[in-house]
Nanobody, 119 residues
Framework: QVQLVESGGGLVQPGGSLRLSCAAS????????MAWYRRAPGKQRELVAA???????NYADSVKGRFTISKDNAKNTLYLQMNSLKPEDTAVYYC?????????????WGQGTQVTVSS
């Protein structure tokens, strides 16, 4: 089993920055993808950014150039640096881990952290 705990959300003014963290604990396989998703009020959950165990990254078009996903393997922690925040970035942000191994596969979610961009 894997546990994911997000932190770092909050209220920020347009143009501001926040850094989200996702601490992972438990059994993490060698092959995995970690990602940030978000769900805004009245909208479906969407992928924000993802990073593979090899460090390959992928971003939603709406956040390219503003958000940066990274990970600290030693700390088993995923980050999302969010700059130039816009009101439309307001959402609950979720951390996800998908992993594959000889013993099977799994997908795990954190509890979510609220990000509100408002003046």
């Amino acid at each position: 089993q894997v546990q994911l705990v997000e932190s770092g959300g909050g209220l920020v003014q347009p143009g501001g920055s926040l850094r989200l963290s996702c601490a992972a604990s438990g059994r993490i396989f060698t092959v995995y993808v970690m990602a940030w998703y978000r769900r805004a009020p009245g909208k479906q959950r969407e992928l924000v950014a993802a990073i593979t165990n090899g460090g390959t990254t992928n971003y939603a078009d709406s956040v390219k150039g503003r958000f940066t996903i990274s990970k600290d393997n030693a700390k088993n922690t995923l980050y999302l640096q969010m700059n130039s925040l816009k009101p439309e970035d307001t959402a609950v942000y979720y951390c996800n881990l998908g992993q594959w191994g000889a013993d099977g596969s799994g997908s795990y979610w954190g509890q979510g952290t609220q990000v509100t961009v408002s003046s």
